[in-house]
């Protein structure tokens, strides 16, 4: 009978090895396997962005290559964001300019649509330019020229508020996040680069 809880024993050790030799071995593969985005957007809470709203804004169009192979690294991650962020304020400028012309003749409203115009005929330029730096890893000076542009959106909606025109289109507030979290990633490369 003691012989044979013997080998009952040893073979029960020897699995409880094996489990737990190859748990550490998918962890470390986990681990290993963690995308650049993933890194990046778990990287920053210091500038109050969460993984969530971080992924949220760079993966909200299934065309994005944000889990793509074109992502391999957190350079990419921030060339990405730089792109997505200039693409944004282009569509926001667009949708301002729709409503515009669909608002109508009336002086006040002319004015301020005028000066969300305005706002983001400085923007966009500015966003190539900082896409551009961005991709060729150039992140101080972009990283100022995004946190000057990330206003566009909320002084747009200031400018509306009270007004009889129209509302500001979504694409404003889409941009706002996107600058928000395109800021705080090129700042983030700035500060490891």
Known sequence: ???????????????????????????????????????VCSSLGGYYVTPTLCLAALC????????????HDAHAVAALAARLAARNATAAQGSIIQSSSAAGADNNNATTWASCLELYGGAVPAL???AASVAARRYRGAREVI??????????????????AAAVPPEN??????????????AYMAATD
């Open 173 to 186: 507030g889409q941009f706002s996040d996107m600058a928000f979290v395109a800021h705080a990633v090129v």
């Open 60 to 71: 909200s169009d299934a065309s994005d290559p944000c889990h793509a192979a074109a992502v």
């Open 1 to 39: 009978m003691g012989r044979s809880v013997l080998p009952a024993l040893l073979l029960l050790a020897v699995l409880a090895v094996v489990v737990h030799g190859d748990s550490a071995t998918t962890k470390t593969t986990t681990t290993m396997t963690r995308s650049a985005l993933d890194t």
């Open 128 to 130: 190539r330019w900082t």
């Open 147 to 164: 946190q000057a542009t990330q206003y566009a959106a909320p002084a747009c909606e200031g400018v509306m508020e009270g007004t009889a």
